[in-house]
């Protein structure tokens, strides 16, 4: 999951070196804590969220496979 939501965090940002997944993991669910520089925070979350919600679908609809909850927080 933590390398899914790195490539498509890298592929959608002007610095992909400033790109940052922190994995906290639980029993049954995943917290995967998304960094990006400051100005690419609007990229990354897109109008009204919506570029955001289509990174948590395509990250949530991996995560079924190994029955997993994941949470994607977009953090500065």
């Known amino acids: 999951m933590k390398d899914l939501l790195e490539f498509i965090a890298?592929?959608?940002?002007?610095?992909?070196?400033?790109v940052?997944?922190?994995?906290?993991e639980g029993e049954r669910s995943l917290i995967l804590e998304?960094?990006?520089a400051e100005e690419d925070m609007g990229k990354v979350i897109?109008?009204?969220?919506?570029i955001a919600k289509a990174?948590?679908?395509?990250v949530n609809a991996a995560a079924v496979k190994e029955d997993k909850?994941?949470?994607v927080e977009i953090i500065q």
């Open 10 to 18: 890298k592929s959608l940002v002007d610095h992909p070196d400033d």
């Open 20 to 24: 940052n997944v922190h994995q906290i």
């Open 34 to 36: 998304l960094k990006v």
């Open 69 to 71: 909850r994941v949470i």
């Open 46 to 50: 897109g109008k009204q969220g919506r």
């Open 55 to 58: 990174i948590r679908t395509v």
